[in-house]
């Protein structure tokens, strides 16, 4: 590798992540830390431990590096004039104090998200409205794609779930990430697809993926824009204070 320099490719939850190895001769355990900005994760190890040895101990802390990974964007928090995606698309939260009439939350033409009420009950409602909003789309496609391969889910949850845009527990509950509804349409639907097809394989086997294509053949698609977008999402809705 040129200028001896080392890295691997770390699996996490959404795709993979470049991790930079740091060879230290007073190291006598390995850390992990993500430097500011957009530079790769560094893993410093003793300076002569196996490469192996560092990607063993990366893949242990996944859901703590996604974790991490998605707090370095830049915050959003729900406030009157902010910008935040909605079915892949930028709205405007406008709040409307004096509005009557109206429900707490409703869309405008001018791709506007209208929040009724008092000020310091905004955040709480757009989030309300987008965990609904994500329940209502995910539902029909998740009740399509089951019954596509025969089977019924136990439950449908949606969370605010850091490492997984989605899982399957071996019961057969389908759990989700609210923060879905921020991303396109196919990429939802990605996702909804993938758990669906956990019902049948819960695994990533090849016939797992071979599932997952006949319910979803963009889901490639939909894992490159996860991949190049999804740590964005996080940062929708997040306290500033929060952010790396």
């Given at each position: 590798?040129?200028?001896?320099?080392?890295?691997?490719?770390?699996?996490l939850?959404?795709?993979?992540?470049?991790i930079?190895?740091?060879?230290?001769?007073?190291?006598?355990?390995?850390?992990?830390?993500?430097p500011?900005?957009?530079?790769?994760?560094?893993?410093?190890?003793?300076?002569?431990?196996?490469?192996?040895?560092?990607?063993?101990?990366?893949?242990?802390?996944?859901?703590?590096?996604?974790?991490?990974?998605?707090?370095?964007?830049?915050?959003?928090?729900?406030?009157?004039?902010?910008?935040?995606?909605?079915r892949?698309?930028?709205?405007?939260?406008?709040?409307?104090?004096?509005?009557?009439?109206?429900?707490?939350?409703?869309?405008?033409?001018?791709?506007?998200?209208?929040?009724?009420?008092?000020?310091?009950?905004?955040?709480?409602?757009?989030?309300?409205?987008?965990?609904?909003?994500?329940?209502?789309?995910?539902?029909?496609?998740?009740?399509?794609?089951?019954?596509?391969?025969?089977?019924?889910?136990?439950?449908?949850?949606?969370?605010?779930?850091?490492?997984?845009?989605?899982?399957?527990?071996?019961?057969?509950?389908?759990?989700?990430?609210?923060?879905?509804?921020?991303?396109?349409?196919?990429?939802?639907?990605?996702?909804?697809?993938?758990?669906?097809?956990?019902?049948?394989?819960?695994?990533?086997?090849?016939?797992f993926w071979r599932?997952?294509?006949?319910?979803?053949?963009?889901?490639e698609?939909?894992?490159?824009?996860?991949?190049?977008?999804?740590?964005?999402?996080?940062?929708?809705?997040?306290?500033?204070?929060?952010?790396?």
């Open positions: 590798m040129a200028s001896g320099r080392e890295m691997f490719f770390a699996p939850p959404d795709d993979a992540v470049a930079d190895v740091r060879r230290a001769p007073r190291a006598k355990r390995m850390t992990l830390r993500i500011p900005g957009n530079a790769n994760p560094v893993v410093t190890i003793p300076a002569h431990a196996p490469l192996r040895s560092a990607e063993q101990f990366v893949n242990q802390q996944s859901r703590w590096l996604a974790a991490r990974l998605a707090e370095r964007c830049p915050a959003v928090p729900f406030g009157d004039g902010a910008v935040i995606p909605f892949g698309t930028p709205h405007t939260i406008h709040h409307r104090q004096d509005a009557r009439g109206r429900g707490a939350v409703w869309l405008g033409e001018d791709n506007a998200l209208h929040v009724g009420g008092r000020p310091e009950h905004l955040s709480r409602r757009v989030g309300d409205y987008l965990r609904r909003a994500a329940r209502q789309d995910l539902e029909p496609l998740v009740a399509a794609f089951a019954a596509a391969v025969d089977r019924k889910p136990k439950a449908i949850r949606i969370k605010d779930t850091r490492a997984q845009w989605g899982s399957c527990s071996p019961s057969g509950v389908l759990s989700f990430s609210w923060r879905l509804v921020l991303a396109p349409p196919f990429v939802l639907r990605y996702v909804a697809a993938h758990e669906v097809a956990h019902l049948v394989e819960l695994n990533h086997s090849p016939a599932v997952n294509a006949d319910l979803d053949p963009n889901h698609a939909a894992r490159v824009w996860l991949r190049r977008n999804g740590r964005g999402l996080h940062a929708v809705g997040a306290d500033p204070a929060a952010a790396v």
